[in-house]
């Protein structure tokens, strides 16, 4: 069955395209047919354009979002830290882009420095190296501290302590710190995430290799 459409004076009305029938003589509904696909099409490309636009915006989006999130260090780095004098970490941070030197202090002879990122979210990441223990032969065992305020950071250098394959000896906690001990014949590594997700830390030291557990 054919539909009509009726029009009245003054009376509002909804168009709809599936409701028109249009006769080869009818102009007024072919010149309103027009229009309306006209309005159509001018939506549609609208959405298009908009769309192209998110489209195009969302990796520059994303990056962003990953950069305010970003570790600007890995748990490896503060393993080939603990091997190097203050000078050659000092050498390999600069070459890095990613932090700058803070200050230095001198702890009983000896000079403590300190690093903090520059990237992504600055100052919420800290290095510090120089701290050793001397042993009887002349050898040096070397410490190196990592501190974020971001505890996703600290919780990547959970991740990350794992698959390096170091041995989980403790996981606990005090009152304030979720505590994890991770343990190999060449580090011990204690890295402690606090309850409340404020901050963290890791603690790698070099390890007297005696050759036996």
């Known amino acids: 069955m054919r539909r009509k459409l009726i029009i009245r004076e003054n009376e509002p009305q909804v168009l709809s395209l599936k409701s028109v029938v249009i006769s080869p003589g009818n102009k007024g509904l072919k ?3 027009l229009r309306l696909r006209t309005v159509i099409f001018d939506i549609e490309q609208t959405i298009t354009v908009v769309m192209k636009k998110y489209l195009l915006m969302l990796p520059a989006m994303l990056l962003a979002s990953l950069s305010i999130h970003a570790q600007t260090t890995k748990f490896t780095d503060l393993i080939y830290y603990a091997s190097l004098k203050n000078s050659d970490v000092y050498d390999n941070i600069m070459q890095s882009n990613y932090f700058r030197q803070d200050y230095s202090i001198d702890v009983n002879g000896h ?20 701290n050793y223990t ?25 991740a990350q302590a794992k698959r390096f394959g170091l041995d989980l000896k403790f996981q606990g906690a005090d009152e304030s710190n979720n505590i994890y ?5 060449f580090y011990a590594v204690s890295i402690y995430l606090r309850r409340d997700q404020t901050s963290g830390m890791v603690e790698i030291k070099q390890k007297e290799y005696l050759g036996i557990e």
């Not at 000079?111 to 120089?130: A, H, L, R, S």
């Not at 002349?138 to 250098?157: A, E, K």
């Open 31 to 33: 010149t309103l047919d």
């Open 111 to 130: 000079e403590v420095e300190y690093f903090k990122n520059i990237t992504g979210k600055p100052n919420t990441e800290k290095i510090e190296v120089g």
């Open 134 to 158: 001397k042993l009887y032969n002349g050898d040096i065992l070397r410490t190196v501290h990592y501190t974020s305020t971001d505890p996703q950071h600290i919780i990547n250098m959970i």
């Open 181 to 185: 001990i991770y343990d190999n014949s």
